[in-house]
């Protein structure tokens, strides 16, 4: 066999360097691959543990077959520059592949449940991605031939090719903002090619010593072999769940999958490099237990971390990526540097490292497929994440004590098994999250799948909450919050009252179609979280009217549900989203507009809501160009600080249809939610006109990396983005001809339209601090339209704040209290005061009134002693 002679220092330390930039190369490809595997999936976690196990199961593979078949090879960096080579043409040519298999899925499996269409994807994604795997997978052992009887050990190897595919982690996320997802495939394939020519160089310019003899070194145990694949199932279940746990405590955003694995590999390169030093048995005896324990503690820290995050302020996304990075590293380095130190000290009790590197690494990797699968698919879904973790404590403490002969460590099993017991469930919410959950009291659900963590939380005050991986989304019993996520069905529902089907991409709290009850429709919600719909059905059903028992609800991904479907609608909803949390902007794409279009009829109408508040200007035209690139002639409403973008397949935006039938539309307040048809077509804005020249594609992301960046840094404007809508606005007169509203309602609309405009110039002014010309406005706006209730309720928060100063006596306070219900008769906090005034002077009758008509305004509203402390404390929050 052939192989670089020992005096060759400087070759020796290159090929180092190449294995190095192999491994990140390695990773940038699974990070790529995970990246189209969580598109064609809908769901990042499923394309997370799916990637990941294949590319496990595939270098483990192929470093148990190169052990076998290539170590008597003669030129084995040949052998590994001609593997680099062609998988860098595979992932060239892989857009293609997945372009066609994506269409054969879709057509072909059309008809069957959403469990069965992750299955079929499942094995397909796991022999895409194994055969390159594997070949990847070829490398070590071909590596290892290469420097045997150097300075080099697996440690060293290890250690770099680690370390390089900690870098590899990080490097997609810089490349996809500029180049897309097929390019910075390219851009890694072309590296890797180059790396292979590397190889190829080294392999001809080395001075080779010739040995004809195959390697004949003695396998390692089977229960050696074992014990370190169940290690390596522990490790990955542990990647698997921290991703999960950290992910949604921390960043939440496209960048933390890329840190989480990036510290994860360091770590373990940290532990290969440094278990060199030491008695080797001293190592192996402190591995199992300091592994074990130290999982448990990257549980325990989860609570803490999570607190100390939401109240740690960043100056920029580099600045947060770095704190909360440190803090990540702090709680998992530990554990990732035992995982680091096993295989360097494993091998060092062989009298051929090599050979035994190339079945430890082979059988690890294996493992680690394994453990990636039973933590994605079965234990976090079953028994929680948490308890995943301290499932792979154990694992790694019971497969370490393999080679641990101070066998009074076994005293540590009781203590680790009793934290099954003590330790199962997730920190609370307001553990989690104890500033924007101050006020919850219980969490009454939690439902955790393959998808999310889903929690139904309490407040002080009766009112629910459902949290999707902790993010709120507006989905709450609150009544402000449920009369805008009854907005969302009434908008498109009064333009387009010639309706039949309407179709909702998003269940949630169900609420928002709820109200499409009040319209003689055929209602379609289609939810890929269960735990939304368990939780719609059970803990929502007062407030949206037991709509489960009431439509069609399909547990699916809305992308493939629009895909396959071979339905067509009159009116279809997208829900409100976090567009910077992990895989949402993709609802915002191109390609997800298209698939909506698809699925329209000719005089259909899509509705996307956006919340401005989570967008800065540039974000936010990126998206509106994107919409006006699907569909034409689309328009803009604005719904409290909701924007509406309403496109049609067929024709340009108007309210036509709604203006045929405004006698019978005026005269049902419940379908205009009260505020009568003139408000609504008064919040029109005006055609989409985005100067953005970029657009939002799946493969090529704009916003996903904007937004965080943007976020941190605390540049997003809403009075930037406000401006800029109220310069959008055409005139009233012109505003009328675009709605087609005739000249003798010019006046009822031009009124509301007004009003409207007067209502977003208060808010502008209340953002720059000119309260006097925002209380103009907003008193100039009720004139012109009493009936818009983001006017009245915005008057009646000034009204009731105003009664917090000194002075006032309470029956002047009564009385005022009074006449803001004359403005806002459903307004819940001048509700409460009353009832605590009532409560106060003991006036049961009085008592009993406002609580009946807090419940009419909210049915989970739940009565408790008013303070007028408490009172003060609620009225300061406006």
Same mark, same amino acid.
């Given at each position: ?125 796991? /022999? ?8 990847? #997978? ?36 810089? +490349? ?15 590296? =890797?090619?180059?790396? #292979?020519?590397? /190889? ?34 522990? !490790? ?10 950290? #992910? ?30 030491? *008695? ?12 074990? +324990? ?26 947060? +990526?770095?704190?909360?990075?440190? !803090? ?16 360097? $000290? ?10 035994? =590197? ?17 933590? =994605? ?43 099954? /017991? ?13 500033? *924007? ?20 939380? @309490? ?67 289609? @939810? ?104 034409? #002639? ?47 077509? =008064? ?12 657009? @939002? ?9 904007? $937004? ?69 406005? $907003? ?58 005034? !009532? ?14 008509? $807090? ?14 402390? +408490? ?8």
């Amino acid at each position: 066999m052939t192989m670089i002679r020992s005096d060759k220092t400087p070759l020796i330390f290159l090929l180092l360097i190449l294995y190095g930039i192999s491994g990140l190369v390695a990773l940038a490809y699974e990070v790529l691959w995970m990246r189209m595997l969580s598109l064609q999936f809908g769901v990042s976690n499923f394309g997370v543990v799916i990637t990941v196990s294949a590319f496990m199961f595939g270098l483990g593979l192929g470093s148990i077959l190169g052990k076998r078949y290539l170590l008597h090879l003669a030129r084995p960096l040949m052998v590994l520059a001609l593997i680099e080579i062609l998988v860098a043409l595979y992932a060239v040519g892989l857009p293609s592949i997945n372009q066609y298999w994506s269409e054969f899925l879709i057509t072909a499996t059309s008809d069957i449940q959403l469990s069965a269409w992750h299955s079929i994807e499942l094995v397909a994604a796991l /022999f895409f991605m194994l055969l390159p795997a594997t070949a990847m #997978g070829l490398g070590f052992p071909l590596v290892l031939a290469a420097i045997k009887d150097t300075q080099l050990t697996v440690s060293h190897l290890y250690a770099a090719n680690t370390l390089g595919a900690a870098f590899g982690a990080l490097v997609p996320v810089l +490349l996809l903002p500029v180049l897309g997802w097929a390019n910075s495939l390219y851009t890694i394939a072309l590296l =890797g090619a180059i790396t #292979g020519l590397l /190889f190829f160089l080294i392999a001809i310019k080395s001075p080779l010593k010739q040995s004809v003899s195959r390697n004949f070194s003695v396998k390692p145990a089977v229960l050696d072999l074992l014990s370190y694949a169940l290690i390596g199932a522990a !490790a990955l279940m542990l990647q698997v769940a921290w991703a999960r746990l950290y #992910g949604m405590a921390l960043l939440r955003t496209e960048y933390v999958l890329a840190i989480i694995i990036a510290i994860f590999l360091a770590g373990t390169a940290c532990g290969s490099v440094l278990s060199q030093w030491g *008695a080797r048995r001293l190592w192996l005896n402190l591995l199992p237990v300091t592994a074990a +324990l130290a999982a448990i503690i990257s549980l325990i820290s989860l609570a803490s971390v999570s607190a100390w995050a939401e109240t740690i302020e960043y100056s920029s996304l580099i600045n947060a +990526l770095i704190k909360q990075g440190v !803090a990540l590293a702090m709680v998992t380095v530990v554990v990732t540097f035992c995982l680091g130190a096993w295989l360097p $000290l494993l091998v060092r009790g062989y009298e051929d490292p090599s050979s035994a =590197g190339a079945w430890f690494y082979g059988v690890n990797a294996i493992g680690a497929g394994f453990g990636a699968l039973l933590a =994605g698919f079965v234990l976090m879904p079953t028994v929680g994440t948490p308890l995943t973790i301290l499932i792979a404590a154990i694992i790694l403490f019971v497969a370490g004590m393999r080679w641990c002969k101070a066998r009074l460590f076994w005293l540590v099993s009781p203590i680790l098994a009793s934290t099954l /017991f003590f330790l199962p469930d997730l920190p609370t919410v307001t553990e989690l999250l104890p500033v *924007a959950h101050a006020n919850s009291q219980s969490v009454l659900s939690l439902h955790e799948d393959a998808i999310a963590t889903t929690h139904v939380v @309490e407040t002080q005050r009766g009112q629910r909450l459902l949290l999707s991986d902790l993010q709120r989304m507006d989905a709450s019993t609150e009544p402000t919050a449920v009369v805008a996520q009854k907005n969302q069905a009434r908008l498109p529902l009064l333009l387009n009252p010639d309706a039949e089907k309407v179709l909702f991409l998003g269940l949630g709290t169900g609420i928002s179609a709820s109200a499409a009850l009040d319209f003689d429709v055929d209602i379609t919600a289609v @939810e890929i979280s269960k735990g939304a719909i368990e939780s719609a059905d059970k803990w929502f059903a007062q407030s949206n009217r037991d709509i489960s028992n009431k439509i069609t609800i399909i547990n699916d991904d809305a992308r493939r549900y629009l895909m396959r479907s071979n339905e067509y609608y009159d009116v279809i909803v997208g829900d409100l989203f976090h567009p910077d949390l992990v895989g949402r902007s993709r609802l915002l794409s191109q390609q997800q507009f298209d698939r909506v279009k698809s699925r329209l009829n000719q005089d259909g109408l899509y509705v996307q809501w956006l919340a401005l508040n989570q967008f800065d200007l540039t974000a936010l035209q990126i998206v509106l160009n994107t919409f006006e690139h699907s569909f034409p #002639g689309a328009a803009l409403f604005v719904d409290g600080f909701r924007l509406a973008m309403v496109g049609s397949p067929g024709v340009t935006v108007d309210a036509g249809r709604l203006l045929k039938n405004i006698k019978v539309l005026e005269s049902n307040a419940k379908q205009t939610g009260g505020e009568g048809v003139w408000t609504w077509l =008064g919040r029109y804005i005006g055609r989409i006109k985005s100067p953005a020249k970029l657009i @939002e594609d799946e493969w090529r992301p704009q916003i996903e990396y904007h $937004l965080p960046r943007v976020r941190y840094a605390g540049e997003i404007n809403f009075q930037e983005v406000l401006e800029w809508l109220i310069k959008q606005r055409p005139s009233a007169e012109l505003a009328a001809q675009h709605l087609q509203v005739n000249k003798n309602e010019a006046e009822l609309f031009e009124r509301a339209y007004i009003a409207a405009d007067a209502s977003m110039r208060s808010w502008l002014a209340q953002l720059s601090g000119d309260e006097a010309r925002a209380q103009r406005f $907003l008193q100039f706006a009720y004139r012109g339209n009493p009936k818009d209730q983001w006017i009245s309720g915005t008057l009646a928060d000034k009204m009731l704040a105003s009664l917090s100063r000194v002075g006032i006596t309470p029956k002047v306070k009564q009385a005022s209290l009074e006449k803001i219900l004359l403005i806002k008769p459903d307004h819940l906090l001048t509700l409460e005061a009353l009832l605590g005034i !009532a409560q106060k002077n003991n006036d049961d009758e009085a008592i009993k009134k406002y609580i009946a008509k $807090l419940k009419s305004v909210s049915p989970l509203y739940q009565a408790r002693p008013i303070t007028n402390l +408490l009172l003060n404390e609620r009225v300061q929050q406006l």
